[in-house]
């Protein structure tokens, strides 16, 4: 069991910190390819269904799906940029504050001269809050677009990396920026994440009022899921399970015991079922497509659960 | 002059790590005097930048030359603009005394985006020359 870290209570406090008040879900996983999209795309459409007015973003700015798996196309491209630092020689004292600053190890200071960018940026700016001469200026560079299409009876927010880049976050954090300037026209975002508990995850997840963590059944899922919801205590969002592929290997009772261990439960389990593969092919969602399903019944429930829990 | 050797272990007779960045410890040498002083890498275990990383280490330290397997391209680029030479090619089998003997003859050139010139050709001239230190090297254990 991997050690929970402690967060101050400041630092919890702000990251649940909204300024506004439209609820968010989140949708995420510790392991890859067990449902998130899904999940998210259907439970959208179920929240769209019962009459709410709700945002989808796909977070999953490496990989993004959800336009695919409903069938829209991405439009009205915003450009992403973030802040890279240069350095004003003549301000600069050489007194290597950035050097230790730096998480990614991405500047160089050489004996008697002025910090070099040498290594990946991810954009942080950790180096101009340190350093006491203000010697740093921002220099812009594109790493990504957001998109907002309105389709379906929702409005899809969605992020991509421009290939070759790899500030994920970056793309992550005005993806929902974007959405968040809208609040007032939604009842509910609904934020699907990438896979893990990386960065990309947490800023994703920011802000959450309660997060599904979708797994399935495998060893492998229940050690990822473990992982998923430490970060979620860590942050002290509240969360429920949702088991995917009920009848694939594994078994149900270690599920629940990592679930009991985090103090929640799993809301909802979906069946194995052809009939996900068939609404992909057709890009259209499992509820819209068939919705009498057994899974699209799942959801559906999920829907008025969430709906109910958020008191949307 | 301080060479640095990227080792396995914390003495001499480690065996050399091919790695640059990621190498747990860095053996500071004096190529005269054959004193050493070895450096645990807190770059070996970072994320991301550990070449960028481990030059800083080696510039603070004052160090003119590394020896290694092979250095990435942003740590050649700080060691460039630090003005360390850098010695590419070191054999994962030989320890820390069999890459330095080596060295001394010469056997090792500066690597030609750090230093196109200078050390090519005098390492050269040192490992014709002295023929015995080749032979002690094998010798060793």
Not at chain 1, 188 to 200: R, Y
Not at chain 1, 224 to 246: C, K, M
Request: charged share 20%; aromatic share 6%; hydrophobic share 40%.
């Amino acid at each position: 069991m991997p050690a929970v870290k402690k967060l101050a209570p400041e630092i919890i406090a702000a990251f649940q910190k909204k300024s506004f008040t439209t609820p968010i879900l989140g949708v995420t996983s510790g392991k890859g390819g067990v449902g998130k999209t899904t999940v998210a795309v259907n439970l959208a459409c179920g929240l769209a269904d019962l009459g709410f007015r709700v945002a989808l973003i796909d977070a999953d700015v490496d990989a993004p799906n959800a336009a695919l798996l409903l069938g829209i196309s991405q439009e009205n491209p915003e450009p992403v940029s973030i802040g890279m630092p240069e350095v004003n020689t003549e301000r600069c004292t050489g007194c290597g504050l950035c050097i230790e600053a730096c998480r990614l190890n991405a500047l160089f200071l050489p004996k008697g001269g002025t910090p070099l960018l040498l290594g990946q940026c991810n954009g942080c700016e950790a180096c101009f809050l340190v350093c006491p001469e203000d010697a740093f200026t921002r220099k812009a560079r594109m790493v990504g677009n957001t998109y907002c299409s309105t389709s379906c009876g929702l409005t899809l927010f969605t992020g991509e990396l421009t290939p070759t880049a790899e500030e994920s976050a970056g793309v992550v954090k005005a993806l929902k920026a974007r959405a968040f300037r809208q609040a007032e026209d939604f009842d509910l975002f609904l934020v699907d994440t990438s896979p893990g508990t990386h960065c990309n995850v947490i800023f994703a997840l920011e802000g959450a009022d309660l997060v599904l963590a979708i797994t399935e059944l495998s060893p492998l899922g229940a050690h990822d899921l473990e992982l998923i919801l430490s970060l979620l205590d860590i942050f002290a969002i509240p969360s429920r399970v949702v088991v995917n592929r009920a009848e694939s290997p594994g078994t149900a009772e270690q599920i629940h015991a990592v679930a009991a261990h985090h103090h929640t439960r799993v809301q909802a389990t979906l069946p194995l079922d052809d009939s996900l593969v068939k609404s992909y092919v057709e890009a259209t969602p499992l509820i819209r497509m068939f919705p009498q399903n057994p899974c699209a019944l799942v959801f559906s429930e999920l829907a008025r659960f969430v709906a109910k829990e958020l008191a949307i | 002059m301080k060479l640095c050797i990227t080792a396995t272990g914390k003495n001499l007779s480690a065996r050399v790590d091919p790695r640059f960045g990621r190498a747990p410890y860095f053996l500071l040498v004096d190529t005269e005097t054959l004193s050493c002083e070895a450096v645990a890498n807190p770059a070996s275990a970072t994320g991301q930048g550990a070449g960028i990383k481990a030059a800083q280490i080696l510039t603070d330290r004052g160090v003119a030359a590394v020896l290694t397997g092979t250095v990435g391209p942003n740590a050649v680029e700080a060691l460039q603009a630090a003005g360390i030479k850098t010695y590419e090619g070191v054999d994962p089998d030989d320890t820390a005394q069999d890459a330095i003997n080596k060295f001394k003859q010469g056997k090792f050139s500066a690597s030609s985006a750090v230093s196109p010139r200078g050390g090519c050709g005098q390492g050269l001239g040192f490992g014709r020359k002295d023929g015995r230190g080749g032979g002690w090297g094998r010798c060793r254990p």
